[in-house]
C-alpha cells in the first residue's frame, strides 16, 4: 500500500466513521448506568444501613443532596490514623455547607473499644458507623484501608481514593468541587 | 479486574505500574527507532523525560490553581503522591509544550522526531488497555453477546479487551511498517490517524462514554477531527522520493 491508497483508505475510514458515530450515538434509555448501584465512579453508591457508635443508625440514601464522604478505616491501620485528623478539620469547616462524613469501621477486623477508643483520642465529631460483619466492607469492595468514597448530592460517587494517608487539601478539594455543584 | 497488590505495608496500584512498565519498554523502541532514523537516542529520551516531568508537575499546579484557596494556605500539600489530585489535560497540554521547546532548542528535526516517537507510543496504548483492564475503567456498555463480561453488575461488553486488540494491531503495522511511509512524519501520522479510528470504532461499546450534545459521544467526534486533521498532513507532508529507502 503506498502513500496515495493509504489517504484513500483513511478517508473511506474517516466517512464511515462519521456513520458510525450517527448510529452508535447514545440514546436517552442507554444512559442509565447511573441508576445501578456499583462502588465506582459514575454510578450510584451502594444503600446501607449502619449502627453507630454513639448508638442510633446512618442509612446513606437518607443523605441525598449532601455532599458524603464515607471513609473506611480501622484503629490498627496507621495511614488511617494519619488522615483522620484531616478528615475531622474538613468536617468541622465544611458541615454547616452540607457535607456529612461517615467513618465507616470496618470493626470484623477492629474492635469497638479500639475504635471508641482512638475516635476520642484525635477528637471526632462525624458519626462512626460499625461495620461488625463486613458486609458493606466487601460490598464496597474495600481491598485497602483506608478507601475513602466521595458521594455527591444525587448520590453519585465521584471519586475514590485508596490509601492514604490523604492530606487535608486533598480531602477539601474533593469536598468543595462536590459543594459547588449544588449552589 | 485487579486493581491492587499489597505488598507487605506497600499498596502496589496494578494499572500505574502497568502504565510505567509500558513507559519503560515504550522508550526502548523510541530510543531504537531514534538511532534507526539517525537521530541522537540520549536527546529523544530526555525530550520525553521533560516532556513527561513537566506534564506531571503542570498536570499537579493545574489542580491546584482550580482549588486555589485550598492550596494557596497549604502549598506543601502540592508534593503529595496522590495521583487523584491531577488534571490529566492541563498535563498533557504542557507536557507536549514543554517537549516541544526542548526539541526547539535542541534542533532537533520535527518530523523525525515524530516518526521516532510512533513505536513507543504505539506500545504504549497497549498498556493503557492492559492498565483499563486491570482498573476496570474505560468499561463497555451493557449487552447480552454471548462474548460479554460481568463488571460493574452487568454483562458488559469488553471494551478493554477491544482496545488492548486494536492497539496491538496498531503497534505490529508500525513497528513492520507494513504502511510504506515516503517522507519524515508519515509513520507518525500512520500512527495518530489509525489510533483515531480504532477511538472512533470502540467508543461506540463503551458505557462510560462523555456525551457532547445529542447523545453524540465526545471521543468519537474528536477521533474523526484528528482523522480529518491527519489525512490532510498526509497529503502535505508527501514527498515524491522514497524517504525510506533512503533510510535504509
Known amino acids: 500500500m503506498n502513500n496515495s491508497r493509504f489517504v484513500t483508505w483513511m478517508t473511506w475510514a474517516l466517512v464511515l466513521g462519521m456513520v458510525w458515530t450517527v448510529i452508535s450515538r447514545v440514546s436517552p434509555d442507554q444512559s442509565r448506568d447511573q441508576e445501578d448501584s456499583v462502588p465506582k465512579e459514575g454510578f450510584t453508591a451502594p444503600d446501607f444501613t449502619l449502627k453507630l457508635l454513639d448508638g442510633g443508625e446512618v442509612t446513606l440514601s437518607e443523605l441525598r443532596g449532601k455532599v458524603v464522604l464515607v471513609n473506611f478505616w480501622a484503629s490498627w491501620c496507621p495511614p488511617c490514623r494519619e488522615e483522620m485528623p484531616a478528615i475531622e478539620s474538613v468536617y468541622g469547616s465544611y458541615k454547616d455547607l452540607g457535607l456529612v462524613v461517615i467513618g465507616a469501621n470496618l470493626t470484623a477486623q477492629d474492635s469497638e473499644q479500639e475504635a471508641a477508643s482512638f475516635a476520642k483520642e484525635v477528637g471526632v465529631t462525624f458519626p462512626i458507623a460499625l461495620d461488625t460483619d463486613n458486609m458493606v466492607g466487601n460490598f464496597y469492595r474495600v481491598t485497602a484501608l483506608p478507601t475513602s468514597f466521595f458521594i455527591d448530592r444525587k448520590g453519585v460517587i465521584r471519586s475514590v481514593i485508596v490509601g492514604g494517608p490523604m492530606s487535608e487539601a486533598v480531602i477539601q478539594s474533593k469536598v468543595e468541587e462536590l459543594l459547588r455543584e449544588g449552589q | ?248
Open chain 2, 1 to 248: 479486574m485487579f486493581p491492587y497488590l499489597r505488598l507487605g505495608p506497600f499498596l502496589l496500584q496494578m494499572p500505574l505500574l502497568t502504565l510505567l512498565v509500558g513507559l519503560w519498554i515504550g522508550l526502548t523502541f523510541v530510543e531504537r527507532e531514534a538511532v534507526r532514523l539517525g537521530l541522537n537516542k540520549e536527546k529523544i529520551s530526555s525530550l520525553i523525560f521533560y516532556g513527561l516531568v513537566g506534564g506531571i508537575v503542570a498536570a499537579r499546579l493545574a489542580y491546584a490553581a482550580k482549588y486555589a484557596s485550598v492550596y494557596g494556605s497549604k502549598p506543601f500539600s502540592l508534593l503529595s503522591l496522590n495521583t487523584n489530585t491531577l488534571l490529566p489535560d492541563a498535563g498533557l497540554l504542557f507536557g507536549i509544550l514543554i517537549a516541544g521547546i526542548y526539541a526547539y532548542r535542541q534542533k532537533l528535526p520535527f518530523h523525525k522526531t515524530l516518526d521516532a516517537l510512533a513505536p513507543g507510543m504505539a506500545f504504549f496504548m497497549i498498556m493503557i488497555g492492559v492498565s483499563h483492564l486491570l482498573s476496570g475503567n474505560a468499561y463497555g456498555a451493557p449487552t447480552r453477546v454471548p462474548w460479554a463480561v460481568y463488571l460493574w453488575s452487568d454483562y458488559r461488553q469488553p471494551a478493554q479487551i477491544y482496545e488492548i486488540f486494536f492497539a496491538l494491531v496498531i503497534f505490529t503495522i508500525i513497528l513492520s511498517r507494513m504502511i510504506p511511509a515516503n517522507a519524515p512524519g508519515l509513520r507518525f501520522i500512520q500512527f495518530i490517524g489509525l489510533s483515531a479510528i480504532a477511538r472512533v470504532f470502540i467508543e461506540a461499546f463503551r458505557g462510560d462514554s462523555a456525551i457532547l450534545f445529542d447523545g453524540y459521544r465526545t471521543a468519537q467526534v474528536v477521533g474523526l477531527a484528528i482523522l480529518a486533521v491527519c489525512i490532510v498532513l498526509l497529503r502535505n507532508w508527501e514527498e515524491k522520493d522514497e524517504y525510506e529507502s533512503k533510510i535504509g
